[in-house]
């Protein structure tokens, strides 16, 4: 024996699945038959097989021709089904609950968001609360005609493999086994993952840009600040899965007192509650600040400077060329850019020949439960053979 081991036809079927519909879904026009077995090298009876089987899943449908100007009968054009089976996102963050359904064709069809303080409230009801949530999202997509094939949580804290949050500072969790509390519920029949929700937020933007982006920091900015790390178009998790901890970055050693134990961490320089100090909590006092311009003038450059001490050594530790600034970030960029700008330009060792981007994210605060309803679309694209398992 050489060490090879033979191919099964069904891992040659599963891998032909995969290559024909993630043609289709990264074509710039509906292909045709004609156009994917020309595409991929298959045979046009392979492809003819394998789109029948991708029709009848769900997973693909097909469209009119094109009206075309010489001789022949137009094909049949092929695009995802909007209709198929869909991504169930969910997120818990400090002072609200949010989800989303996303169609095949990463198209956002419902949306909620519950506001309310989460650390009043134990991790099981926190839980329980996000699960009814999603159980409300998946009937409203069932009443539309699509069906959830998985879901995924993005929660602010530093989460296992296995859906155990070990540490959310500040939610106040330790080691809450998150993936145990919610399979009982009624989300419990429903493929569930579960990750950061920066990272998640990270994912989501590289997929909304297109490709634009290809090596750069998200910045999740609310009452917690994390970071989602992408370089060259794979998001970067660190040696346990933890990476992405800015808003523990000290930037002054002998600042204030953090909820995680340390002094001077960048949450307590730019974190939602640093910013709204002595203002209405939550989205009323984001608005008093996004509409007094004297008042984020007089507010906002002090926390972008701190926000660029602590990006300036990711930057020089990483090489990332960009910068996306998201959550409560995102309308404040106009004020909060030029100080993270100016310090990345003073910090980084090669921003004389190579300054940085930084700029808004282009989700808003919708980022981490579109990435994690992603999640589940871009499992299905990877794997369809899963999907179409009797």
């Known amino acids: 024996m050489n060490g090879e081991f033979p191919v099964r036809q069904a891992s040659v079927r599963a891998h032909n699945l995969a290559l024909v519909l993630r043609q289709v879904a990264g074509a710039p026009r509906p292909p045709s038959r004609a156009d994917l077995a020309g595409s991929t090298g298959l ?41 198929g089976p869909a991504g169930l996102g969910l997120e818990i963050n400090v002072d609200y ?135 060259h178009r794979t998001l970067f998790r660190g040696a346990r899965g933890w990476s992405g901890e800015l808003g523990h970055v000290c930037v002054r050693p002998d600042g204030p007192l953090c ?46 400077t701190s926000l660029g001490v602590a990006l300036a050594g990711v930057v020089n530790m990483l090489d990332v060329d960009t910068v996306v600034l998201g959550g409560i970030f995102g309308p404040l960029t106009p004020w909060l850019a030029p100080a993270v700008e100016a310090e990345l330009a003073r910090r980084v060792l090669t921003s004389a020949w190579s300054p940085m981007t930084v700029r808004a994210s282009a989700l808003g605060a919708a980022a981490a439960a579109v990435g994690a309803a992603g999640a589940v679309i871009r499992d299905i694209l990877a794997e369809p053979a899963e999907w179409l398992r009797p």
């Open 43 to 83: 045979t046009r009876a392979t492809v003819s097989a394998l789109v029948d089987d991708l029709v009848g899943g769900g997973l693909i449908t097909e469209v009119g021709p094109a009206p075309r100007t010489g001789a022949g009968r137009p094909a049949v054009g092929l695009v995802l089904n909007g209709y």
């Open 259 to 304: 909820r995680c134990g340390a002094l001077g961490c960048l949450e307590q320089y730019a974190g939602q509650e640093a910013l709204l100090r002595d203002l209405p909590a939550g989205e009323t006092g984001l608005a008093r600040l996004r509409d007094d311009t004297a008042l984020a003038d007089s507010r906002l450059p002090a926390a972008g």
């Open 97 to 231: 609950l949010a989800g989303c359904v996303v169609d095949l064709t990463g198209t956002v069809i419902h949306r909620l968001v519950l506001h309310g303080d989460q650390r009043i409230l134990g991790p099981r009801a926190v839980l329980d609360a996000v699960a009814d949530l999603g159980a409300r999202l998946r009937s409203e997509a069932a009443a539309a005609g699509r069906v959830v094939a998985g879901a995924a949580l993005a929660v602010p804290g530093l989460v296992s493999g296995a859906g155990l949050v070990h540490r959310a500072p500040n939610l106040a969790w330790h080691d809450v086994d998150a993936a145990g509390a919610l399979a009982g519920g009624p989300l419990g029949d429903l493929p569930l993952t579960i990750d950061n929700e920066a990272n998640l937020a990270a994912l989501a933007e590289l997929h909304a840009d297109g490709d634009g982006l290809d090596s750069f920091v998200y910045v999740s900015g609310e009452i917690g600040i994390g970071a989602g790390i992408v370089l």
